[in-house]
């Protein structure tokens, strides 16, 4: 279920309450983007604009004034136009700016020259999305020099620019309960689509056709868009960390790497399966899978409140770095090898991101230069992963060319953590299970 419009008037009014008194934020709508030649892509709106409004239309501006007695949220947006409706669709022009998404006042975008400077004479300080809109970044400019053209006649323009993203981009990173009510469906319907894949995988399928299995799954499910790109690699192509070509055939005796998730009701999920094409894993191949399945379930053993962001990555760290000396992959004392950063030839990521209305969700990772404290309500993933090059000539033969990496969303909880993404098998007997049961 989508959010609510009183959880997008609950957003604004939490982000007002952090806005400096006498200020004004303003946030743009993302653009359309060209596909090819007179063509788009689907519109996906900017994940601020949406957080704060649920507006899902190009051309706007949304403006939030904490205190302005006439209103604190405005938006410029396209007027209605019967015309364009009959070509592009549905549009909710001025009265569908108030009516549905609950704007105090709304104008036309073409007015934006003349109404913004108006809101900002007399405002001390300015918020917005400084160096990542070129666009805006001008418009920002000739709106204060508008502003400053006046001062004679007692027009005075902001003297401070503030980067809305910081402000803005922390009260994003602690999940309201009905964001983490979407969130939990976005994961579940992921997770059927990963089992499904399991279920379909045949040798001799193309990469691409086991990616329609998750495609199909997400669409019935209610989620048209994928939350990115869906990587599904067989064989070596699991060693390539962002693949997503998905052009090769699936071959009988290799695993396949699927990460893929959908967007649904704008919020991401993120899920990474490793299993083998033919339906059993070789004995090489188990030996990786369950030292990186250790490290995954260490790892996630480490979210809870108080702990540090870095800790979970650290404890992957260590699992990993001991399993690869146990199996010969790397030789040495293990502390050493830690510290030299050895183990970065087969692990050479974090072990997970932010997650929410973005796949690679914002907040910052560290607080005044030191790793951040885990807080309820934050949501994140945890994907630690093995890829032995297939040109590693330093390991034997029949290590190279694996890749797998095992990814599931959490959220930290009270009492630690809850997997939200835990539908769907990862481990050996579970996977083999499941696929010899299709």
Same mark, same amino acid.
């Given at each position: 279920?989508?959010?609510?419009?009183?959880?997008?008037?609950?957003?604004?009014?939490?982000?007002? #309450?952090?806005?400096?008194?006498?200020?004004? +934020?303003?946030?743009?709508?993302?653009?359309?983007?060209?596909?090819?030649?007179?063509?788009?892509?689907?519109?996906?709106?900017?994940?601020?604009?949406?957080?704060?409004?649920?507006?899902?239309?190009?051309?706007?501006?949304?403006?939030?004034?904490?205190?302005?007695?006439?209103?604190?949220?405005?938006?410029?947006?396209?007027?209605?136009?019967?015309?364009? =409706?009959? %070509?592009?669709?549905?549009? #909710?022009?001025?009265?569908?700016?108030?009516?549905?998404?609950?704007?105090?006042? #709304?104008?036309?975008?073409?007015? &934006?020259?003349?109404?913004?400077?108006?809101?900002?004479?007399?405002?001390?300080?300015?918020?917005?999305?400084?160096?990542?809109?070129?666009?805006?970044?001008?418009?920002?400019?000739? %709106? @204060?020099?508008?502003?400053?053209?006046?001062?004679?006649?007692? #027009?005075?323009?902001?003297?401070?620019?503030? *980067?809305?993203?910081?402000? @803005?981009?922390?009260? $994003?990173?602690?999940?309201?309960?009905? !964001?983490?009510?979407?969130?939990?469906?976005?994961?579940? @319907?992921? +997770?059927?689509?990963?089992?499904?894949?399991?279920?379909?995988? $045949?040798?001799?399928?193309?990469?691409?056709?086991?990616?329609?299995?998750?495609?199909?799954?997400?669409?019935?499910?209610?989620?048209?868009?994928?939350?990115?790109?869906?990587?599904? /690699?067989?064989?070596?192509?699991?060693?390539?960390?962002?693949?997503?070509? *998905?052009?090769?055939?699936?071959?009988?005796?290799?695993?396949?790497?699927?990460? &893929?998730?959908?967007?649904?009701?704008?919020?991401?999920?993120?899920?990474?399966?490793?299993?083998?094409?033919?339906?059993?894993?070789? =004995?090489?191949? &188990?030996?990786?899978?369950?030292?990186?399945?250790?490290?995954?379930?260490?790892?996630?053993?480490?979210?809870?409140?108080?702990?540090?962001? *870095?800790?979970?990555?650290? =404890?992957?760290?260590?699992?990993?770095?001991?399993?690869?000396?146990?199996?010969?992959?790397?030789?040495?004392?293990?502390?050493?090898?830690?510290?030299?950063?050895?183990?970065?030839?087969?692990?050479?990521?974090?072990?997970?991101?932010?997650?929410?209305?973005?796949?690679?969700?914002?907040?910052?990772?560290?607080?005044?230069?030191? %790793?951040?404290?885990?807080?309820?309500?934050?949501?994140?993933?945890?994907?630690?992963?093995?890829?032995?090059?297939?040109?590693?000539?330093?390991?034997?033969?029949? %290590?190279?060319?694996?890749?797998?990496?095992?990814?599931?969303?959490?959220?930290?909880?009270?009492? /630690?953590?809850?997997?939200?993404?835990?539908?769907?098998?990862?481990?050996? !007997?579970?996977?083999?299970?499941?696929?010899?049961?299709?």
């Amino acid at each position: 279920m989508p959010l609510s419009q009183n959880d997008f008037r609950v957003h604004r009014q939490n982000v007002m #309450a952090r806005m400096a008194p006498n200020s004004i +934020a303003v946030i743009a709508a993302a653009p359309t983007a060209v596909r090819s030649r007179d063509t788009d892509y689907p519109y996906r709106q900017n994940s601020d604009f949406y957080y704060l409004s649920g507006f899902n239309e190009p051309d706007a501006l949304l403006v939030l004034a904490p205190g302005r007695p006439e209103g604190e949220f405005l938006m410029l947006c396209r007027p209605k136009n019967k015309q364009m =409706e009959i %070509w592009e669709g549905r549009m #909710a022009g001025l009265e569908g700016a108030c009516d549905t998404y609950g704007a105090d006042e #709304a104008f036309a975008i073409d007015e &934006a020259g003349d109404v913004l400077p108006k809101l900002l004479d007399g405002c001390s300080q300015i918020y917005y999305s400084i160096g990542l809109d070129t666009v805006l970044d001008q418009q920002v400019i000739q %709106w @204060l020099n508008s502003v400053k053209k006046n001062a004679r006649a007692g #027009a005075s323009a902001p003297d401070v620019l503030s *980067n809305l993203d910081q402000l @803005l981009h922390e009260q $994003r990173l602690i999940k309201s309960e009905q !964001e983490l009510t979407v969130l939990r469906e976005s994961c579940d @319907l992921a +997770a059927k689509a990963h089992a499904r894949a399991m279920q379909a995988c $045949r040798p001799g399928m193309m990469e691409f056709q086991l990616e329609s299995e998750l495609t199909y799954t997400f669409a019935q499910g209610g989620a048209p868009a994928v939350a990115y790109n869906s990587i599904v /690699g067989g064989g070596e192509n699991a060693c390539i960390l962002h693949y997503t070509d *998905n052009n090769h055939a699936l071959n009988s005796g290799d695993l396949v790497l699927i990460d &893929a998730g959908c967007e649904k009701d704008m919020y991401a999920s993120d899920i990474t399966r490793t299993f083998p094409v033919s339906g059993t894993f070789s =004995e090489p191949q &188990a030996l990786l899978y369950r030292l990186t399945l250790e490290a995954q379930l260490a790892a996630i053993k480490k979210i809870k409140p108080g702990n540090r962001w *870095n800790e979970p990555h650290d =404890e992957s760290v260590s699992v990993l770095t001991k399993g690869l000396v146990s199996l010969g992959l790397l030789e040495g004392d293990l502390q050493t090898l830690i510290e030299e950063g050895a183990y970065k030839r087969f692990y050479m990521h974090r072990v997970g991101h932010w997650l929410g209305i973005d796949v690679h969700d914002v907040g910052a990772y560290k607080v005044n230069g030191e %790793w951040r404290p885990l807080e309820v309500g934050m949501v994140m993933t945890v994907e630690p992963g093995l890829y032995i090059a297939p040109d590693d000539q330093t390991v034997e033969p029949r %290590w190279r060319g694996i890749g797998i990496r095992i990814e599931d969303d959490v959220v930290v909880t009270q009492d /630690g953590c809850e997997v939200m993404t835990a539908g769907v098998p990862k481990t050996i !007997e579970d996977i083999e299970a499941l696929m010899q049961s299709a």
